[in-house]
């Protein structure tokens, strides 16, 4: 009689434990194992416990394959969920092989669970048991994971209407749960009684067009062109962009640009604003030298045009919605024994509960964006949409977007200078795991599961555009690195850059103004103190508006910072190796930014790394 050692690891979640019956039946090379109940003396399987058990063989069953883990029910006891996260064989000859689980399991139910060793598809070639099992595990994920499109021109999105019938495994624990939903309370009660904002900001290839004709005093122009000086804040993508009423009162959108001046002391200072895309007699230049209310309320109208567009494409589109195709093409197309998957799932912890979350509460029709900005529901759908459609590849990846926008050299920007490094973090962290479970370009190009992944991403999330760059195909170990390093950074640094200091810039509201109740002006020395304040938004809606920025700038607890795994999903040396790397890095990273932010009179703190999550999960 052979005999095995099997130690089961109950997750430290609240309501991790079961009374559920568990049995396991032990799958190896050379057979199986019989049906084992998993019973000690005393209960069995409590929360944060690791229970001891042994399973016996008539023969030796070889290099295990994979585990089943049986859910029954026990006695007369109703059904219980159970979160299991790990189980641990040992051999008679002390080989010890890890099965990671790290999931709740519902309902009674066989689950397989196979040997923690990633395992790229080619690897299975040879075994009909385990590429069965791969092909099986993927029908039945898609099958439950499906797609739905919530609004035209959207990148498409999980079919489940609320958070409620979302599987366990996507929904918020019960301590993030129940701290989020106290927050928005709070929020409501509270009501009732300079990074993160510069990534539209770029350098001009023309300004002629929009500023010379009116601007007496141009002749400047073309010397701080050529030295580099002069950005632009183009906010072209709100024209055509429908508004709503809030409260009663038809609201305004216009598309403002903003030419911006880069000082010998290294500041960005405005130097020409103009309300319109359109130059004409109806469109002034508004310059500093103007009325102190004139060059006020221009500014208010640049800040409100950023607005629509940092909370609508720089923070919803770039971030949650495009990540949670990232998400569903990952759990559908991809086995859990994919490298990939592997290196993927902690940074999709949670996206699923938050977007499912915001289209109910936030930003679907009738949720919060309906009550506090100018465009509502509709204008917010037909902006995403434009969103999407001006999407590209090069604008997701943070080298390239720099270059693009002629900032890469930008002084004091700091977004720029902790994301480099942050990327390049990551970017070597990945190199290492995806080069060592593909050492060759046709390892990549012959993985039909990596193929179909990122073809689904392409179709459901840039809804098939060639023009957006994005890869529909993989061909490169290289190609494989930027795209991965592009996920990981857009699920955790840009959205913790814009998301983090949403209530710091906006809680005084004419610095973040939501909407805006009158139209642009068409003349110079029009502006009052008393027309501005009848031109920015009322108290409703500014209450309304805080009470978002506020809430989504708190942290409901049960938080994971970047490159922090407490789920052993890898259970190799290398790759374990490798994390532990990527930990350090981060950590010196984490001290550069508290030696810089010493000498700053503003510390710049959203990309510091112990306030970063591993994924966009709020």
């Not at 049995?23 to 194992?33: C, D, K, N, P, R």
């Not at 299991?84 to 002390?94: D, H, R, Y």
């Not at 850059?497 to 004419?510: K, R, Y």
């Not at 009322?538 to 209450?543: A, G, I, W, Y």
Request: charged share 20%; glycine share 6%.
């Amino acid at each position: 009689m052979i005999t095995y050692q099997i130690r089961v690891t109950t997750g430290e979640y609240e309501g991790a434990d079961t009374m559920d019956t568990i049995a396991i039946t032990l799958v190896g090379e050379q057979g199986e194992s019989p049906k084992s109940t998993l019973d000690q003396y005393g209960r069995d399987f409590t929360q944060g416990t690791v229970g001891k058990y042994e399973v016996h063989s008539e023969k030796n069953l070889g290099p295990l394959l994979l585990i089943r883990l049986h859910k029954e029910r026990y006695s007369i006891f109703p059904e219980s969920n159970w979160y299991c996260s790990c189980v641990e064989v040992t051999c008679p000859e002390g080989t010890v092989y890890r099965f990671p689980c790290y999931m709740w399991i519902q309902g009674y139910r066989t689950l397989e669970l196979r040997e923690g060793k990633a395992k790229t598809h080619s690897a299975d070639s040879g075994n009909l048991l385990l590429l069965k099992h791969r092909q099986e595990e993927l029908k039945a994920k898609q099958e439950f994971y499906r797609y739905k499109e919530f609004a035209p021109g959207w990148p498409r999105c999980l079919d489940v209407p609320t958070v409620d019938q979302l599987d366990l495994n996507n929904q918020y624990s019960p301590s993030r749960s129940a701290n989020f939903s106290q927050r928005m309370g709070t929020a409501y009660v509270l009501v009732a009684t300079d990074g993160e904002r510069s990534m539209w900001i770029c350098r001009p290839t023309w300004i002629s067009f929009h500023f010379n004709l009116f601007l007496t005093d141009a002749t400047d122009l073309p010397l701080h062109f050529q030295k580099g000086n002069l950005f632009l804040i183009d906010c072209e993508i709100l024209e055509g962009v429908p508004a709503t009423e809030l409260n009663g009162h038809r609201q305004q959108i216009s598309a403002p640009l903003c030419l911006l001046y880069l000082n010998p002391k290294g500041e960005m200072i405005p130097i020409a604003i103009q309300l319109t895309q359109s130059p004409g007699p109806e469109s002034p230049i508004f310059v500093p030298s103007d009325s102190e209310w004139d060059w006020t309320l221009a500014k208010f109208w640049v800040r409100n045009g950023t607005f629509h567009i940092h909370e609508v494409l720089t923070h919803l589109l770039h971030t949650h919605l495009v990540v949670e195709v990232f998400t569903l093409a990952t759990l559908r197309q991809l086995p859990m024994c994919h490298p990939v998957y592997k290196l993927l799932l902690p940074h999709t912890r949670y996206t699923l509960h938050i977007n499912t979350l915001g289209r109910v509460r936030l930003f679907g029709p009738g949720g919060l964006i309906d009550q506090a900005t100018a465009t509502g529901y509709p204008g917010l759908s037909v902006l995403l949409a434009k969103g999407l459609s001006k999407l590209t590849y090069s604008s997701l990846c943070l080298p390239d977007d720099l270059q693009e926008r002629g900032v890469a050299t930008l002084p004091n920007y700091y977004y720029k200078d902790d994301g480099m490094k942050l990327w390049g973090a990551m970017e070597s962290f990945i190199y290492g795991i995806i080069s060592y479970y593909y050492p060759r370009d046709d390892d990549i190009k012959g993985d039909p599961e990596l193929q179909a992944w990122i073809k689904e991403i392409f179709t459901e999330g840039l809804l098939g555009r060639k023009s957006s760059g994005f890869p529909s195909s993989l061909e490169t170990v290289t190609q494989l690195i930027k795209l991965l390093t592009m996920m990981i950074y857009n699920c955790s640094v840009r959205h913790a850059s814009v998301n983090n200091g949403q209530f710091d810039f906006g809680a005084w509201m004419p610095n973040y103004p939501s909407s805006m109740r009158k139209t642009p002006p068409t003349t110079k020395g029009t502006a009052t103190l008393e027309n501005i304040l009848e031109t920015l938004p009322d108290v409703s809606t500014t209450c309304s508006t805080l009470l978002i920025l506020w809430l989504l700038s708190q942290e409901p607890g049960d938080r994971r910072p970047l490159g922090h795994y407490p789920d052993e999903h890898f259970t190799e040396d290398v790759p374990k190796t490798l994390i532990g790397a990527f930990q350090r890095r981060l950590a010196e990273i984490s001290k550069e930014i508290e030696e810089r932010n010493k000498s700053l009179p503003l510390p710049y703190t959203y990309l510091y790394p112990p306030e970063i999550e591993n994924s966009t999960a709020i």
